[in-house]
């Protein structure tokens, strides 16, 4: 559900390393269950198999008799006329408060502009709420928290799959122990570690380091990385090392490259949460002048005009729903993956 | 192949380095651990509320100006600020307030007791009017060793009656004959609900303030929320007439008139929003909001009307509060001279010394900032009458529309917040106001026994 | 000593030098990253979050007090009412968060024309940065006739409703946007689950003669069985979490009423204005993570015993 709290994900990300994809989906032979292999599937490969794309509970025969055709075209309409009003309905509405008077949205909010449109809101919320700038603050948590989360997950996939020190089932076993984990118990300590960390000997409060260096902390990233490396073919690796890689080139030259399926799906995963972080950043980033969208919006809801309030809430929306509509297949079929395994 | 070795080298160094090298310097580019920049003394101190007009802010940076003209070796970077119960604690704890920072009465003492505010008693008794303050409030920034902590600053309220005098119109009330008992605020509270519709009556409920607006209603009844000993504990005696009385008014209006709305989930901030908006007829809190009522919510000056809380009972009284200017602990020497230097030129000058008074009121008219809000005196009573008439031409804040407040303000009883764990006691008083809104069968006997048990054993931990 | 020498006798490679030249320094360079992040922003407070809830601390002064903190948190009136009322979330969101997107989905899986027209209005929600749903959301809740859906229940004679300000009103108000906000990925999820239903599974019951609903509950089903588990108990952990709605929408209010076990360990830590209880609130938190640790170890056992099936 919308627990959008959290340091970042340590715990969010949810121990379900059984259900994750393996490369084995990717065409190699071993590597995750069934199961696993046919979540894997809608990000890990392009296309479908003819046979099964269009194929339902219902047969083409089934779709030839009146009765089940009707009743299905009649409720797939319901269902469209539904799925219009309640997920484009409030947007719309949105939409239009952002151009309405003040007056107006308090009076007769769903009344059509009875007294002319307010386009003066959409300029007052973008130079005086000073819109642009949270959302930048935003895309710069999040492409942070996105860097930080893949260079902790693919060296320390590579470090526990490929490397294999000694020392490397204790490691596991520490990170796979953080899953268990979950985030409430990391609030206060945690806040008290970027109080006061060790080495540092310096807050990182009001830093962004407070954000995207907790981000990194994601065991199921880390798991999830590794149980692909898992799976990939040991000979490339033997060959690699015969030509003369050193551990660097094999990680960066070999290993990378074949991992692009894994590194979108935690780019996604990163990305998204860190959009949806709420209680971390309104702790750590008391500085107005650093604050994300999602922090800052709350602190002017009292204090700024509800008309201007909308329309700063409209641009906020306009971006990530502009990019949703471009970026549609991508979206949906990491949520269609990231939803089985992480909720 | 070495090209790539590196180029994976310094990636998998980067967060480890960046860890050491680039948060060291992090995110403030002024240097931190003694508070300097190129030779200026760097001090980050409050401004505005947040989402404040620009016209506000204008004024702000332009005050900000004369300040660093006249101190060329101080660097001040304003922050917006507010202060609320519920994010005050992070802030402290977290190190992020302003050098200089706000923070009401009630939580002084306590701050001081725990060393979290900066001794600057050094620096204030060198003004030149550090013997002038009002003994009574200056006592609030003053520590157990009798040295100031803190300077009564920015405002000291009593609290009053605001109303929307455009809705008493609408109403068919007389704007200029505002309620003087509180069964003549419930008598136009109805008949603006029922003219206009809104909200003829309302009352904060959340972030404490809740509890502070009934103990307001509290004190103007003659109850009293708690009990100073002789030992110097406190005796929560939230279960007192007063304050029953105060809760049975409100269920009346609520539940009887249903002249109070429909929303009742409002703080501070949001129940001056809803007022700017006309959606309340009238409301209690500190005479001084006109101010944040302009900053904040661009109300319309004809719209605004300020009168007194109506006292009933034996000892009523009103509330008096108050905002104390503090400095982190964490100030150099060098930043608290500035803190103080700040202190008196942005709050305390204009109301001492006749050309600071004239110049502060030219910068805010000049942004059409409020000049002129009725609040009580920081110094004698005398004293801040002949300030006010330095500046009384630039006053721009309607005056006569206030003589409800202003009049008789003087005349009645200050009673001072209470003093035991306030901010708990509020909290808890949150939850009774906003059942008796909430729920027409709420057990307000009840409830508020059960607040009295919680608030004791809050008042009996922190004395033991 | 003589121990000593033998152990180098059986492993001469051991020497720092060795190590070098086998590697050793590249993977601990490989390993930095994570060793760093974990050791300071997750093994380090986690072994703090257990030695502070022994504590009494404010970040001055600390002192032991072994389970005083789990007592004051006992103690507390308020513990009943936040547990009630996050088992309450969780009940309203299972309610309304669980059928719902499964019909929606096995509907949705039966599309055969602009399949993605439907996903895309399905997760348009999601996109919503949630703090402009919630904020969005509270406006829509106004209570006044004139709020947004008073208006809308007027048409239809309904109304209105208080939403967020009656006690019983406001938990199914904050389930309703929480809902909103969520069930598209949820669709998505269920929706990514039927396409992998082998198609083989529903020939082999129509040769058996089996109706539309027979295929869709025998087959359809049975073959959502893990994927419907996985969600049921992820929602659960979530909702256990849950912060943003009753934070923003209600404070926890009205007297009490959506406060959430999480939204009290924040008031523990943050609330109060002079300082907070952090060794009740990590106490506290301590005590949810392990009722969550124990879901979480059945959903692990489940996701692993289907995997393998």
């Given at each position: 559900?919308?627990?959008?709290?959290?340091?970042?994900?340590?715990?969010?990300?949810?121990?379900?390393?059984?259900?994750?994809?393996?490369?084995?989906?990717?065409?190699?032979?071993?590597?995750?269950?069934?199961?696993?292999?046919?979540?894997?599937?809608?990000?890990?490969?392009?296309?479908?198999?003819?046979?099964?794309?269009?194929?339902?509970?219902?047969?083409?025969?089934?779709?030839?008799?009146?009765?089940?055709?009707?009743?299905?075209?009649?409720?797939?309409?319901?269902?469209?006329?539904?799925?219009?009003?309640?997920?484009?309905?409030?947007?719309?509405?949105?939409?239009?408060?952002?151009?309405?008077?003040?007056?107006?949205?308090?009076?007769?909010?769903?009344?059509?502009?009875?007294?002319?449109?307010?386009?003066?809101?959409?300029?007052?919320?973008?130079?005086?709420?000073?819109?642009?700038?949270?959302?930048?603050?935003?895309?710069?948590?999040?492409?942070?928290?996105?860097?930080?989360?893949?260079?902790?997950?693919?060296?320390?996939?590579?470090?526990?799959?490929?490397?294999?020190?000694?020392?490397?089932?204790?490691?596991?076993?520490?990170?796979?122990?953080?899953?268990?984990?979950?985030?409430?118990?990391?609030?206060?300590?945690?806040?008290?570690?970027?109080?006061?960390?060790?080495?540092?000997?310096?807050?990182?409060?009001?830093?962004?380091?407070?954000?995207?260096?907790?981000?990194?902390?994601?065991?199921?990233?880390?798991?999830?990385?590794?149980?692909?490396?898992?799976?990939?073919?040991?000979?490339?690796?033997?060959?690699?090392?015969?030509?003369?890689?050193?551990?660097?080139?094999?990680?960066?030259?070999?290993?990378?490259?074949?991992?692009?399926?894994?590194?979108?799906?935690?780019?996604?995963?990163?990305?998204?949460?860190?959009?949806?972080?709420?209680?971390?950043?309104?702790?750590?980033?008391?500085?107005?002048?650093?604050?994300?969208?999602?922090?800052?919006?709350?602190?002017?809801?009292?204090?700024?005009?509800?008309?201007?309030?909308?329309?700063?809430?409209?641009?906020?929306?306009?971006?990530?729903?502009?990019?949703?509509?471009?970026?549609?297949?991508?979206?949906?079929?990491?949520?269609?993956?990231?939803?089985?395994?992480?909720? | 192949?070495?090209?790539?070795?590196?180029?994976?080298?310094?990636?998998?160094?980067?967060?480890?380095?960046?860890?050491?090298?680039?948060?060291?310097?992090?995110?403030?580019?002024?240097?931190?651990?003694?508070?300097?920049?190129?030779?200026?003394t760097?001090l980050?101190v409050?401004?505005?509320?947040?989402?404040?007009?620009?016209?506000?802010?204008?004024?702000?940076?332009?005050q900000?100006?004369q300040f660093?003209?006249a101190n060329?070796d101080i660097?001040v970077?304003?922050?917006?600020?507010?202060?609320?119960?519920?994010?005050?604690?992070?802030?402290?704890?977290?190190?992020?307030?302003?050098d200089v920072?706000e923070?009401?009465?009630?939580?002084g003492?306590?701050?001081?007791?725990?060393?979290?505010l900066a001794d600057i008693d050094a620096q204030v008794q060198a003004l030149p009017y550090a013997d002038d303050f009002n003994p009574n409030v200056l006592e609030a920034g003053t520590g157990?060793?009798g040295k100031v902590y803190a300077i009564p600053a920015k405002s000291v309220?009593?609290?009053?009656?605001?109303?929307?005098?455009?809705?008493?119109?609408?109403?068919?009330?007389?704007?200029?004959?505002?309620?003087?008992?509180?069964?003549?605020?419930?008598?136009?509270?109805?008949?603006?609900?029922?003219?206009?519709?809104?909200?003829?009556?309302?009352?904060?409920?959340?972030?404490?303030?809740?509890?502070?607006?009934?103990?307001?209603?509290?004190?103007?009844?003659?109850?009293?929320?708690?009990?100073?000993?002789?030992?110097?504990?406190?005796?929560?005696?939230?279960?007192?007439?007063?304050?029953?009385?105060?809760?049975?008014?409100?269920?009346?209006?609520?539940?009887?008139?249903?002249?109070?709305?429909?929303?009742?989930?409002?703080?501070?901030?949001?129940?001056?929003?809803?007022?700017?908006?006309?959606?309340?007829?009238?409301?209690?809190?500190?005479?001084?909001?006109?101010?944040?009522?302009?900053?904040?919510?661009?109300?319309?000056?004809?719209?605004?009307?300020?009168?007194?809380?109506?006292?009933?009972?034996?000892?009523?009284?009103?509330?008096?509060?108050g905002t104390l200017a503090a400095v982190?602990?964490?100030a150099?020497e060098a930043q608290k001279e500035a803190a103080v230097k700040w202190i008196d030129f942005y709050y305390l000058r204009k109301l001492t010394d006749s050309d600071a008074a004239?110049k502060d009121?030219?910068?805010?008219?000049?942004?059409?900032?409020?000049?002129?809000?009725?609040?009580?005196p920081i110094f004698s009573?005398?004293q801040y009458?002949e300030s006010?008439?330095w500046?009384?031409?630039?006053?721009?804040?309607?005056?006569?529309?206030?003589?409800?407040?202003?009049?008789?303000?003087?005349?009645?009883?200050?009673?001072?917040?209470?003093?035991?764990?306030?901010?708990?006691?509020?909290?808890?008083?949150?939850?009774?106001?906003?059942?008796?809104?909430?729920?027409?069968?709420?057990?307000?006997?009840?409830?508020?026994?059960?607040?009295?048990?919680?608030?004791?054993?809050?008042?009996?931990?922190?004395?033991? | 000593?003589?121990?000593?020498?033998?152990?180098?006798?059986?492993?001469?490679?051991?020497?720092?030098?060795?190590?070098?030249?086998?590697?050793?320094?590249?993977?601990?360079?490989?390993?930095?990253?994570?060793?760093?992040?974990?050791?300071?922003?997750?093994?380090?407070?986690?072994?703090?979050?257990?030695?502070?809830?022994?504590?009494?601390?404010?970040?001055?002064?600390?002192?032991?007090?072994?389970?005083?903190?789990?007592?004051?948190?006992?103690?507390?009136?308020?513990?009943?009412?936040?547990?009630?009322?996050?088992?309450?979330?969780?009940?309203?969101?299972?309610?309304?968060?669980?059928?719902?997107?499964?019909?929606?989905?096995?509907?949705?899986?039966?599309?055969?024309?602009?399949?993605?027209?439907?996903?895309?209005?399905?997760?348009?929600?999601?996109?919503?940065?949630?703090?402009?749903?919630?904020?969005?959301?509270?406006?829509?809740?106004?209570?006044?006739?004139?709020?947004?859906?008073?208006?809308?229940?007027?048409?239809?004679?309904?109304?209105?409703?208080?939403?967020?300000?009656?006690?019983?009103?406001?938990?199914?108000?904050?389930?309703?946007?929480?809902?909103?906000?969520?069930?598209?990925?949820?669709?998505?999820?269920?929706?990514?689950?039927?396409?992998?239903?082998?198609?083989?599974?529903?020939?082999?019951?129509?040769?058996?003669?089996?109706?539309?609903?027979?295929?869709?509950?025998?087959?359809?089903?049975?073959?959502?069985?893990?994927?419907?588990?996985?969600?049921?108990?992820?929602?659960?952990?979530?909702?256990?979490?849950?912060?943003?709605?009753?934070?923003?929408?209600?404070?926890?209010?009205?007297?009490?009423?959506?406060?959430?076990?999480?939204?009290?360990?924040?008031?523990?830590?943050?609330?109060?204005?002079?300082?907070?209880?952090?060794?009740?609130?990590?106490?506290?938190?301590?005590?949810?993570?392990?009722?969550?640790?124990?879901?979480?170890?059945?959903?692990?056992?489940?996701?692993?015993?289907?995997?393998?099936?």
């Amino acid at each position: 559900m919308t627990t959008s709290t959290t340091p970042a994900g340590p715990a969010h990300a949810t121990p379900a390393t059984a259900a994750l994809p393996g490369p084995g989906a990717a065409g190699a032979a071993e590597g995750g269950g069934p199961g696993a292999r046919r979540r894997g599937r809608p990000v890990l490969r392009r296309t479908r198999r003819p046979d099964e794309a269009d194929r339902g509970a219902l047969s083409p025969a089934d779709w030839r008799r009146p009765l089940v055709r009707r009743s299905m075209r009649l409720s797939h309409g319901v269902l469209l006329a539904l799925l219009v009003l309640c997920g484009l309905g409030p947007l719309v509405l949105l939409a239009k408060f952002a151009i309405t008077p003040t007056q107006d949205i308090l009076r007769t909010p769903l009344a059509v502009f009875p007294h002319g449109i307010a386009w003066d809101n959409l300029s007052a919320a973008w130079n005086d709420v000073q819109v642009s700038r949270y959302f930048l603050n935003t895309v710069v948590l999040a492409a942070g928290s996105w860097a930080s989360q893949i260079l902790v997950a693919t060296t320390g996939g590579y470090l526990l799959s490929v490397l294999r020190p000694r020392y490397a089932k204790v490691v596991q076993a520490a990170v796979l122990a953080t899953l268990f984990v979950p985030a409430v118990v990391l609030l206060v300590p945690l806040y008290l570690v970027i109080l006061d960390p060790p080495v540092l000997g310096r807050s990182l409060m009001n830093s962004y380091w407070a954000v995207w260096l907790p981000a990194g902390a994601s065991a199921f990233n880390v798991l999830l990385v590794q149980r692909f490396f898992d799976g990939l073919p040991r000979e490339v690796f033997e060959a690699a090392r015969v030509d003369g890689a050193g551990p660097f080139r094999l990680f960066w030259s070999v290993v990378l490259p074949m991992s692009r399926p894994i590194l979108g799906v935690v780019s996604v995963f990163a990305i998204i949460a860190s959009w949806k972080d709420f209680l971390w950043p309104l702790l750590v980033l008391r500085d107005p002048d650093i604050q994300p969208l999602s922090v800052r919006l709350p602190s002017l809801q009292a204090t700024t005009d509800l008309g201007v309030l909308m329309a700063a809430l409209a641009i906020s929306t306009l971006i990530p729903v502009l990019l949703f509509l471009v970026f549609q297949r991508l979206f949906l079929r990491g949520a269609g993956l990231g939803g089985a395994v992480k909720g | 192949m070495r090209s790539s070795r590196t180029t994976a080298l310094a990636l998998t160094g980067a967060l480890s380095f960046t860890l050491l090298a680039a948060c060291s310097s992090g995110s403030d580019d002024a240097g931190e651990g003694d508070g300097t920049a190129g030779g200026k003394t760097v001090l980050r101190v409050v401004s505005l509320l947040p989402g404040s007009e620009q016209e506000a802010f204008d004024a702000f940076d332009e005050q900000v100006a004369q300040f660093e003209e006249a101190n060329p070796d101080i660097d001040v970077q304003p922050e917006e600020y507010e202060w609320k119960a519920t994010t005050f604690a992070a802030q402290l704890a977290g190190g992020t307030l302003p050098d200089v920072f706000e923070i009401p009465f009630t939580d002084g003492k306590t701050l001081i007791e725990n060393g979290q505010l900066a001794d600057i008693d050094a620096q204030v008794q060198a003004l030149p009017y550090a013997d002038d303050f009002n003994p009574n409030v200056l006592e609030a920034g003053t520590g157990a060793d009798g040295k100031v902590y803190a300077i009564p600053a920015k405002s000291v309220y009593g609290i009053g009656l605001h109303y929307n005098r455009a809705l008493f119109a609408q109403a068919g009330l007389d704007p200029d004959d505002p309620p003087t008992t509180w069964d003549e605020v419930r008598a136009d509270a109805k008949a603006i609900a029922d003219a206009t519709g809104q909200a003829g009556y309302a009352t904060m409920t959340q972030n404490n303030t809740g509890g502070w607006q009934l103990t307001v209603a509290t004190y103007a009844r003659g109850g009293r929320v708690q009990e100073t000993d002789d030992d110097g504990t406190y005796t929560a005696t939230l279960d007192n007439d007063g304050t029953k009385a105060a809760l049975e008014y409100l269920h009346d209006l609520r539940w009887e008139d249903g002249s109070m709305g429909a929303n009742f989930l409002l703080d501070w901030s949001s129940i001056n929003q809803a007022f700017a908006a006309g959606q309340v007829g009238m409301f209690t809190s500190g005479s001084d909001v006109y101010t944040s009522l302009v900053q904040t919510n661009a109300i319309n000056p004809d719209d605004y009307g300020l009168t007194a809380v109506p006292l009933e009972g034996d000892d009523a009284g009103v509330l008096g509060g108050g905002t104390l200017a503090a400095v982190s602990t964490s100030a150099s020497e060098a930043q608290k001279e500035a803190a103080v230097k700040w202190i008196d030129f942005y709050y305390l000058r204009k109301l001492t010394d006749s050309d600071a008074a004239v110049k502060d009121a030219e910068t805010l008219v000049a942004s059409d900032q409020p000049v002129g809000t009725p609040v009580l005196p920081i110094f004698s009573q005398e004293q801040y009458d002949e300030s006010q008439t330095w500046i009384a031409d630039l006053v721009n804040v309607p005056l006569d529309q206030m003589t409800g407040f202003t009049d008789v303000i003087f005349d009645q009883p200050l009673i001072p917040e209470p003093a035991g764990s306030t901010q708990e006691l509020y909290g808890a008083l949150d939850t009774v106001v906003q059942a008796v809104l909430t729920d027409e069968d709420a057990d307000i006997d009840a409830l508020l026994e059960q607040a009295d048990a919680d608030v004791q054993a809050i008042l009996d931990k922190n004395a033991g | 000593m003589a121990l000593t020498h033998e152990a180098r006798a059986t492993s001469p490679r051991r020497t720092p030098l060795t190590w070098v030249r086998r590697g050793g320094l590249s993977t601990l360079v490989f390993a930095l990253p994570l060793l760093v992040v974990f050791g300071l922003f997750s093994w380090l407070p986690i072994g703090k979050a257990v030695v502070m809830s022994l504590q009494e601390t404010n970040l001055v002064t600390t002192a032991w007090v072994g389970l005083d903190n789990v007592r004051t948190v006992l103690a507390d009136p308020l513990l009943a009412t936040a547990v009630g009322n996050t088992l309450w979330f969780a009940a309203l969101a299972l309610l309304l968060g669980y059928p719902v997107p499964l019909l929606a989905a096995v509907l949705m899986s039966e599309v055969r024309r602009a399949k993605g027209l439907y996903s895309a209005f399905a997760y348009l929600p999601v996109v919503v940065p949630p703090v402009v749903a919630v904020l969005l959301w509270k406006f829509f809740f106004d209570a006044r006739p004139e709020g947004v859906f008073n208006t809308m229940l007027g048409w239809v004679g309904v109304g209105p409703v208080p939403w967020l300000q009656d006690a019983d009103w406001a938990m199914p108000s904050l389930v309703l946007e929480a809902t909103w906000a969520a069930a598209g990925g949820t669709i998505i999820i269920y929706l990514a689950a039927l396409t992998a239903v082998p198609g083989e599974l529903y020939d082999a019951a129509e040769v058996d003669g089996a109706s539309v609903w027979r295929k869709v509950w025998h087959v359809t089903m049975p073959q959502l069985r893990a994927v419907l588990l996985i969600t049921f108990i992820l929602q659960i952990i979530g909702t256990a979490q849950v912060f943003l709605e009753p934070y923003l929408f209600t404070d926890g209010g009205p007297a009490n009423a959506t406060i959430t076990v999480l939204l009290l360990v924040y008031r523990y830590a943050f609330g109060q204005s002079l300082g907070g209880d952090y060794g009740a609130a990590t106490a506290l938190s301590l005590m949810l993570a392990v009722v969550l640790a124990v879901l979480s170890v059945v959903y692990f056992r489940l996701t692993r015993s289907w995997s393998q099936t």
